[in-house]
């Protein structure tokens, strides 16, 4: 940790810049080639043009350049540097190297190197003239970068401006694209320094908060510029230019800029300068003051005043020390007041005089320049006191950033210090002729302060001065103020040291609040690599010896650090280096955290890390008690002791060896292979499907070999000797167990021995046996591979250790349960790998029985009842897990491709307890869900296990349904016979009515989800319609109802009621959240979940007569059918948690009847409407009673619609209703079905086709007071005009009025013969001759028929002519119009003779 220096950015195109920068120079250098060359007369052109041409083609020279061009070229480019002037801003992303008049600014870019790796690179972002005035040069200049404004700034700057000095007094500001901001002729000498201080936040409450300020060096004037008023400034004109160019306007009024003039007075020659600040004298200091100026008697008054100070280096004297009062309305003593007050005077603040203007015309530019502005006159500064030497004169002063140290440089190679609160010299350098300076202000590092004695207080810092000697071109750095040289670099001859002293212009206490300031403080410019280096130095080294001596162990311990980072290092090098390292190191702070370190090195060896840790060991061991660190010696001796453990462990794995015969523990597993073979096939299949393949990280494979390391941080030693494991992650868990005991499972390893080593080392039997049955339970799938061998191996290990002392206790109460064998079955129940939990159960269980058996033999033999709550425990245990791997095998079968629902669940004994009474069903209904059953797939199989007598009929059932998946045949019955295995085990839990229940709760959850999945909404009302209970079928629809249904289905009835017809799709996704086919299926579905509600009620309540508005309310008081008992299985009734859909189905109240059928009503209505796609307004259907009932709680009772409707109302409704079975009968009448004449196809069960409707219209004719017989009257119409006769004659036989309906088929037989005969395309001469034979009356008659009101006009006559005899069959005699149906006969007849 010693200083360093590091690159951190690197120059582009310098050879661009030094090219752009001396073309003059060059120029005159070839004018001089050219007059000698012409005065000696050779012809030279021929081989100078080939010359030419090579030098021109650079590009194409092949790259093999000679040792003496190279050192040429170097020689050329080295020195150029020191002839410019050269700024680089603090945030190190912009550079100003300017000569003469020309200037060229780099700014900071990121690119990608070779590696891939980012570098910060400084490239030519412009080049130019900067000088306007005739003859004038760059003398100075300094780059500002301003900070942001905006609230959500870190600290980076908004801009840069660059200011540069001129010889002609002016100072000129740019932004970082060379924008001329601003310009002004301060004073009318060259300007020889501009120097900027910016705002720092104090480090202790005493420091005076210093004010920004830009000051600027004249010969024989200093003038300060106050930094806010500059900032404002400078931000103003930057908005104006910007302004001014987007506008294409030219003036631009620049604003004035307030500024203070000294005349430094009583100094020969001033070179450099440095403005100090605003301080304070202390009451000492000024009573001091005052008596040397004023005498004896002088008198002090008042407070002492704030004064800025200037410090200046040149000649006579050498340095000289200014102090200018600040509004000084007070004089500085008493009695001097009128001595000097001429020199004293409040600063003088004046507005600029004499600005430029940019963009005006060359003559304007020219009279402004003939004619100099008025330049204001300096108030004169007395000097009041310096440093004199007549023979010394000072080239440069740098101020310390705590403003209380300077550097100065003179022409006899010195360097002074300066203390500029006492105006001394406190220390000199020699030897360093030409010498550049900076600082360095470090603070101290956060760690460090843990050690130290005032870590309370506030950070520390340490200052540094760089010293850049270019003769010997060597760079420095000195521990201030009286330290020794702690680092120092050979760098080249021609470089520059870049020192700012100043950050962010525009900062203040209140805008750096936790910004980041990321600023350089020194920065070393090699021009020949073009490589920016800033100096690195650690806070320790400005530290005294005693502290020198920690500095030194943490050096050592980053060598170490540095080593093992390193990724090829030789082991036995490791070794020696480490050992030497860890011995060296004196502070055993450090000397711990450098053990620590190596010890959790993945790449060292276990070999080494014995051999360094017990090297330390036996050092520490023969020093003396009390200077020895006990903390780090019991690090040693445990971390030995585990290294000892590991490699036991490690070398008893690998030596192989034969299993160990473990007769004498055999005798209690007896009995397991009987289990075994009981739970086989289940494991079996258990094993196969969690076999499937997986993605899994190489690095989390359970086979990859523990590292020493690992090790190590998982255990830990205390006090006593004991060794402790912690439980970090599960899979470091897992891990340990895996190293320890994974070999001796398998039987790689000694069992015995493994146990013996373990026990020795002092790890308490409750961890081993934790870690045991984690890797047990984790590498199940290996388990599985063979059980009988793992099982025997476990048993054997689990003997083993609870034989060790403190794990089974010796004094266990008999009326108790052994927390040793609890600890198994907490481990069981918990886990989710089934298989694996069961066999340990298994082996467990004669464990336990074998060691309470031997305990009961050797006390007295009244214990038997504690040996059965042991005992009773571990039964119910193992009856638990086998049911939860019935359940987990049948979770894990994998659903068909594409289906919905996520992964397989997780179970244990402890989840399903937690799950509540409906757990068990709730995950075997996600699994329905996930596989796609149909309900009436599910009822089969569920059935099948129930009724054996009924085994054909299911049988055939399921055939019917598996022709369809030939393929998948086999798997369906392993998964039916899975569901009835789990539904034997549960009887209860999974009666036939809870599963259907959960399922069709499933479902209905999983299309609230997605209501475009119309078909989830129609199987959750299928499954509720299995439910056989009718309190579970009631508590379940009115849940349904309130919960999921309610909502969406009055969003749709307002939608259609706003706009008076069946809406698109997209106004349904918009008000309903779903498509229009959906919504036609909800609604459907809410048709049908209201028809069970009203059948349970009826079930429920006495003397219930369906649909009919009889004011009578369903009572629970008056049930008569008792409500079922749930009931859970006996190993199962422990469980706690939320009640399950039955529970909850039982809880809900009745529902008021006529409120249901009014809402089934309007159910309908829509369904009807959005089915047909009908114009309808569905509420306007309704009176007001009916409207406010509608979308109430259905428990309530509200009060319906009575008596009779309104005529319109009714009217509206015979509309509606006539309207939807005209819609039924054009669905019905599909053109592509075979002729209707050869009898009706069977309907559809659902959708417009469907055979219902006409039988719903008649029950909602009734329900809405519309006269039933209209309604059959006009089905018949519709469907004789239709073609559709035979079904027509079905409902003719229920048509009550049958005098108007003959009349209207009167009228209808009439169209059908106006068509055949008039109407005609195909108009025969016999059906003419016809038309003459008719009777007059007829003929007219069939004349004013319109046949383009029939649907279908062309019908076949025979159809016709049956017609006509069945209009006969209905016309009393006494008819007016029977005589017409009489002619009509004997014409259809003379028309089928004709044919």
Not at 1217 to 1225: A, I
Not at 1288 to 1316: C, H, I, N
Request: net charge negative.
């Amino acid at each position: 940790m010693s200083c360093s220096l590091l690159e951190f950015c690197r120059l582009q195109e310098l050879k661009t810049v030094r090219d752009y920068l001396f073309t003059s120079q060059q120029s005159e250098q070839a004018e001089e080639k050219n007059q000698t060359e012409n005065e000696l007369s050779w012809d030279t052109s021929d081989w100078e043009s080939a010359w030419d041409s090579g030098e021109n083609k650079e590009e194409e020279t092949p790259p093999s350049k000679t040792v003496e061009d190279d050192e040429e070229t170097t020689g050329q480019s080295a020195p150029w540097l020191q002839d410019c002037v050269v700024s680089l801003s603090p945030c190190s992303d912009l550079l100003v190297v300017a000569r003469e008049q020309k200037a060229v600014f780099l700014s900071a870019k990121w690119r990608s190197d070779d590696s891939g790796k980012e570098e910060m690179t400084l490239s030519v972002s412009w080049t130019g003239t900067l000088s306007t005035d005739e003859g004038e040069c760059v003398s100075s200049s300094i780059c500002i970068p301003l900070a942001s404004q905006k609230r959500s700034s870190t600290g980076r700057p908004d801009w840069t401006c660059v200011v540069v000095g001129f010889t002609s007094g002016y100072v000129r500001f740019y932004t970082e694209s060379g924008v001329l901001l601003l310009a002004q002729l301060l004073h009318e000498d060259p300007v020889l320094r501009l120097k900027c201080r910016t705002y720092e936040i104090p480090r202790h409450p005493g420091v005076t908060e210093q004010h920004e300020e830009l000051s600027i060096l004249y010969p024989a004037a200093l003038v300060t510029i106050d930094g806010f008023s500059l900032f404002q400034s400078l931000r103003a004109c930057r908005n104006q230019v910007a302004r001014a160019a987007a506008a294409g306007s030219d003036m631009i009024q620049p604003p004035p800029l307030a500024y203070k003039k000294w005349g430094l007075q009583d100094m020969d020659t001033i070179v450099d300068h440095s403005s100090v600040g605003i301080m304070t004298l202390c009451v000492f200091d000024q009573m001091k003051n005052a008596s040397i100026l004023g005498g004896f008697n002088a008198s002090v008054k008042g407070s002492p005043p704030a004064m800025s100070q200037y410090v200046t280096v040149g000649g006579g004297p050498y340095t000289g020390f200014f102090y200018a009062v600040e509004g000084s309305s007070q004089p500085l003593l008493s009695h001097v007041a009128l001595a000097v007050a001429s020199k004293l005077t409040s600063a003088l603040f004046s507005a600029a005089s004499g600005w430029l203007g940019w963009n005006k015309n060359k003559n304007e530019e020219e009279a402004v320049q003939k004619q100099k502005p008025k330049v204001e006159p300096a108030t004169p500064l007395a000097i009041r006191f310096g440093l004199p030497d007549s023979r010394r004169h000072g080239e440069s002063i740098c101020l310390s950033p705590c403003n209380t140290l300077a550097g100065a440089t003179d022409d006899f190679g010195r360097v002074t210090l300066l203390d500029l609160a006492r105006g001394i010299a406190v220390r000199m350098w020699k030897g360093y002729r030409d010498a550049q300076l900076g600082w360095l202000q470090v603070p101290e590092e956060r760690g460090d302060r843990e050690f130290s004695p005032s870590a309370s207080l506030p950070r520390r810092h340490a200052l540094f001065l760089v010293i850049y000697a270019p003769r010997r071109g060597i760079l420095e750095v000195w521990s201030m103020q009286q330290g020794p040289r702690v680092g120092a670099f050979t760098v080249g001859k021609h470089c520059r040291l870049l020192y700012a002293g100043y950050r962010l212009m525009g900062v203040n206490s209140v805008t750096s609040q936790g910004w980041q300031l990321h600023t350089q403080q020194v920065c070393l410019l090699d021009p020949i690599t073009g490589a920016l280096r800033t100096v690195s130095i650690p806070f320790h080294l400005a530290l005294s010896d005693k502290k020198s001596e920690r500095a030194k162990d943490m050096h050592l311990f980053k060598r170490l650090t540095t080593l093992l980072k390193s990724r090829e290092v030789d082991p036995e090098v490791l070794e020696s280096e480490a050992k030497n390292v860890l011995l060296d190191i004196k502070h055993p702070a450090i000397k711990k955290q450098a053990l620590e370190s190596l010890l959790s090195n993945k790449n060292t060896p276990v070999s080494c890390l014995t051999n360094v840790t017990s090297a330390l060991h036996d050092t520490l061991k023969q020093q003396d008690q009390d200077e020895v660190d006990p903390g780090l010696l019991h690090l040693c001796s445990a971390q030995l002791k585990l290294l000892q453990l590991y490699t036991d462990i490690k070398n008893l794995h690998a030596a192989a060896t034969d299993t160990e015969a473990c007769s004498k523990d055999q005798d209690s597993l007896d009995g397991i292979e009987e289990e075994l073979s009981r739970v086989g096939p289940t494991l079996q299949r258990y094993a196969q499907l969690t076999a499937r393949p997986s993605v899994s990280f190489a690095q989390d494979s359970p086979d990859t070999p523990l590292p020493a390391q690992a090790f190590l941080s998982q255990i830990e030693c205390t006090e006593d000797g004991e060794l402790k494991v912690i439980r970090g992650s599960e899979t470091q868990w897992n891990q340990l167990g895996n190293f320890l005991f994974w070999g001796c499972l398998c039987g790689k390893s000694p069992l015995h021995e493994v146990c013996d080593t373990l026990q020795q080392a002092g790890i308490s039997p409750q961890q081993l046996l934790s870690l045991l049955l984690s890797v047990w339970l984790q590498r199940e799938k290996e388990v599985l591979q063979k059980p009988e061998e793992t099982v025997r191996n476990l048993h054997t290990l689990l003997i083993a250790l609870s034989n060790m002392k403190g794990a089974v206790e010796e004094s266990w109460d008999p009326q108790s349960i052994s927390p040793w064998w609890q600890q198994v079955r907490c481990t069981c129940i918990q886990s989710h790998n089934a298989a694996a939990a069961l066999l340990a159960a298994f082996v467990a269980h004669r464990a336990a029985k074998a060691s309470i058996t031997s305990l009961a033999d050797s006390k007295l033999q009244s214990e038997w009842e504690a040996v059965s709550l042991e005992l009773e425990q571990w039964v119910v245990c193992v009856r638990q897990l086998e049911d939860v791997l019935v359940l987990q095998t049948l979770l894990l079968v994998p659903p068909p491709p594409g289906a919905a629902g996520g992964a397989a669940a997780q179970c244990s004994i402890k989840t399903l307890l937690e799950g509540g009474a409906g757990g068990i069903a709730d995950n075997v209904s996600k699994w329905v869900f996930r596989h796609n059953f149909s309900p009436e797939r599910l009822k089969g199989i569920l059935v099948k296990k129930e009724d054996k007598e009924e085994d054909d009929k299911s049988e055939q059932k399921l055939k019917e349904e598996a022709k369809e998946e030939e393929t998948n045949q086999e798997d369906t019955d392993r998964t039916a016979e899975l569901l009835v295995a789990v539904c034997q085990r549960f009887p209860h839990s999974l009666s036939p009515d809870l599963l259907f229940a959960h399922c069709c709760w499933e479902y209905v959850v999983q299309w609230n989800k997605d209501p475009e999945e119309g078909r989830y909404l129609c199987w959750a009302v299928e499954h509720l319609k299995l439910v056989s209970s009718p309190h579970i079928q009631l508590g379940i629809s009115t849940m349904m109802w309130s919960t999921f249904i309610v909502k969406r289905f009055s969003s749709a009835a307002y939608l259609v009621e706003k706009v008076g017809k069946a809406p698109k799709d997209r106004l349904c996704r918009r008000d309903v959240g779903m498509g229009d086919k959906a919504v036609t299926s909800f609604l459907g579905c809410c048709v049908q979940l209201l028809q069970i509600l009203m059948e349970v009620t009826g079930v429920l309540v006495k003397n219930q007569c369906p649909l009919s508005f009889i004011n009578y309310y369903a009572d629970s008081a008056v049930e008569e059918v008792s409500a079922p008992e749930l009931s859970v299985e006996e190993v199962w009734c422990g469980a706690e948690g939320p009640a399950s859909i039955a529970e909850l189905a039982l809880e809900q109240r009745g529902v008021h009847y006529p409120l249901v059928q009014h809402h089934c009503l309007l159910a309908s209505l829509l369904h009807a409407a959005m089915t047909f796609s009908l114009k309808v307004k569905p509420l306007s259907l309704f009176d007001s009673k009916g409207k406010n009932a509608f979308f109430r709680d259905l428990t309530t009772i509200q009060l319906m619609p009575s008596g009779d409707m309104d005529p319109s109302l009714i009217s509206l409704r015979q509309e509606f209703l006539l309207r939807v079975l005209t819609g039924w009968v054009q669905a019905i009448d599909d053109p592509s079905s075979p002729a209707s004449g050869s009898g009706s196809p069977p309907l559809p069960s659902s959708g417009p086709k469907a055979d219902w409707w006409p039988s719903l219209c008649q029950e909602l004719g009734a329900l809405l007071q519309v006269n039933p017989d209209i309604l059959r009257r006009h089905l018949v119409c519709e469907l004789y005009s239709q073609g559709l006769d035979p079904r027509a004659e079905e409902v003719m036989l229920e048509v009550e009025d049958k005098d108007v309906l003959g009349s209207q088929l009167l009228v209808l037989t009439g169209q059908r013969l106006s068509y055949s005969l008039l109407h005609s395309q195909s108009q025969t001469q016999p059906a003419m001759e016809l038309l003459a034979r008719l009777p007059p009356t007829l003929c007219t008659w069939l004349k004013a028929m319109d046949p383009s009101e029939l649907r279908c006009p062309l019908v076949p006559l025979p159809q016709t002519s049956r017609l006509v005899g069945r209009l006969i069959e209905i016309l009393p005699e006494n008819h007016a119009q029977y005589s017409l149906a009489l002619h009509l006969l004997e014409a259809v007849e003379a028309l089928t003779t004709e044919d």
